[in-house]
């Protein structure tokens, strides 16, 4: 059996700072519009959140039926480092496009629900180094297929199960290679922060030659309702140059919910 390519490390883990969909999430367990504005900072690991690489902004308007995102990413002097625009139908992703404009890269994530010839979903991931992300081939969307976007709504969804120590699988779309990976989120332990109780959920590769070359991203979650993520560390959207090339940046991540 020929083994799978193994990936450079942290080569296709940007998780853009966090709040997602479930592919096949009913649209009544989350609403993408809410907030309708939520800022975050995102820090150079083992900095003690004194070193910001980036800040973040997620808006969301709703028209009708369809929930239109917009996630920024600002450098330390205001400029625009990427921007990520994600559309949901009817409570499900339709769209997700993507520029990083400091690498000069870009992506797409087209979703259909009439993949022939059972008419069932399937994506087109599209990855450049350019502003136009060439058009791609359709492949079938697994159940659970998450973006960055919508991890939030899929802990919500499985919350229970976590806390009860089971693992909890997903695929994740990997924009750069264009295609989704085999995941599963674990709780790891519990803990206070900022005076509040708190979950530690780790999000880890299924596949063991994988998990030799990713790390993990580590998320901490409120216990009590609504659970909100209020960081994590891991990979993030923007990417930093290091020896003359772009590459994939590992941060710490700090929501504001006010």
């Known amino acids: 059996m020929r083994l799978p390519e193994i990936p450079r490390r942290r080569r296709w883990l940007p998780i853009l700072a966090l ?3 479930a592919a096949r999430l009913p649209a009544e367990v989350f609403d993408f519009a809410s907030p ?14 004194q070193k910001v690489l980036f800040t973040f902004q997620r808006t ?19 400029a625009t480092a990427a921007v990520e625009n994600i559309t949901y139908q009817s409570g499900q992703l ?6 990083d404009f ?32 060439p058009p791609a081939g359709w492949q079938k969307m697994p159940p659970d297929t998450l973006i960055d976007d919508n991890l939030y709504a899929f802990l919500l969804a499985h919350w229970e199960a976590l806390q009860r120590g089971e693992p909890v699988k997903f695929r994740f779309v990997a924009l750069e290679p264009g295609k989704t990976i085999n995941f ?3 709780k790891t ?19 063991f030659i994988i998990a030799q070359f990713v790390d993990p991203l580590v998320f901490t979650v409120e216990k009590a309702p609504p659970h909100r993520v209020l960081s994590y560390t891991g990979g993030t959207t923007p990417r930093v140059k290091k020896g003359g090339k772009w590459k994939y940046l590992n941060a710490e991540t700090v929501f504001d919910w006010n």
């Open 36 to 49: 309708t504005n939520l800022t975050g900072t995102i820090y150079q690991p083992g900095s003690q959140r």
């Open 19 to 21: 709040v997602l969909t």
């Open 184 to 186: 599963r989120f674990v």
């Open 60 to 78: 969301a308007r709703r028209e009708g039926g369809t929930v239109r995102v917009v996630r920024k990413y600002f450098l330390p002097d205001g």
């Open 102 to 133: 400091q690498a000069g890269i870009s992506a797409r994530i087209a979703v259909t629900n009439h993949l022939p010839p059972a008419a069932s979903p399937a994506m087109a991931i599209s990855f450049v180094h350019g502003p136009i992300p």
């Open 189 to 207: 332990g519990e803990a206070v922060a900022a005076g509040r109780p708190v979950v530690i959920l780790k999000m880890e590769p299924t596949n």
């Open 94 to 99: 339709a769209d997700y496009r993507m520029q």
